[in-house]
């Protein structure tokens, strides 16, 4: 899943396009699943990141995960399809098609984004 994050941009707000895919991507995987079904994906992605999307209300598995590596660490994510527990961690993603995210990164990269900027409210 690591290529489809290549060019998501900042990691806290990924872009849409790229929450899309990866949405796109494990609704494919929980679809094919059959129940007690395992899902294991190896990537780079912290779970701060990743959790967001894989603990989508939409999703019936468990997330869990193992650290390995040294320096630099990589991650070994097994998802089981039906053995979501209720403490699993609710996220802001309310469904499954596109998650809101925020994308303030896109307002920054805006060439007239200084001029919009208020003072007196950063100050209050």
Same mark, same amino acid.
């Given at each position: 899943?690591? !290529?489809?994050?290549?060019?998501? +941009?900042?990691?806290?707000?990924?872009?849409?396009? /790229?929450?899309? $895919?990866? @949405?796109?991507?494990?609704?494919?995987?929980?679809?094919?699943?059959?129940?007690?079904?395992?899902?294991?994906?190896?990537?780079?992605?912290?779970?701060?990141?990743?959790?967001?999307?894989?603990?989508?209300?939409?999703?019936?598995?468990? !997330?869990?995960?193992?650290?390995? +590596?040294?320096?630099?660490?990589?991650?070994?994510? /097994?998802?089981? $399809?039906? @053995?979501?527990?209720?403490?699993?961690?609710?996220?802001?993603?309310?469904?499954?098609?596109?998650?809101?995210?925020?994308?303030?990164?896109?307002?920054?990269?805006?060439?007239?984004?200084?001029?919009?900027?208020?003072?007196?409210?950063?100050?209050?």
């Amino acid at each position: 899943m690591d !290529v489809l994050y290549v060019d998501s +941009g900042d990691p806290w707000n990924p872009r849409l396009e /790229t929450v899309s $895919k990866v @949405m796109k991507v494990l609704q494919g995987v929980h679809k094919v699943l059959k129940p007690d079904g395992v899902f294991i994906s190896i990537s780079f992605g912290q779970p701060h990141f990743r959790r967001e999307l894989f603990e989508a209300p939409c999703f019936t598995w468990s !997330v869990e995960w193992k650290t390995f +590596g040294e320096e630099f660490h990589y991650f070994f994510y /097994t998802l089981k $399809k039906g @053995m979501r527990t209720s403490d699993s961690k609710q996220f802001s993603i309310d469904k499954c098609d596109v998650p809101a995210m925020s994308l303030f990164h896109d307002e920054l990269e805006d060439e007239d984004f200084i001029f919009r900027t208020d003072i007196e409210e950063l100050a209050g």
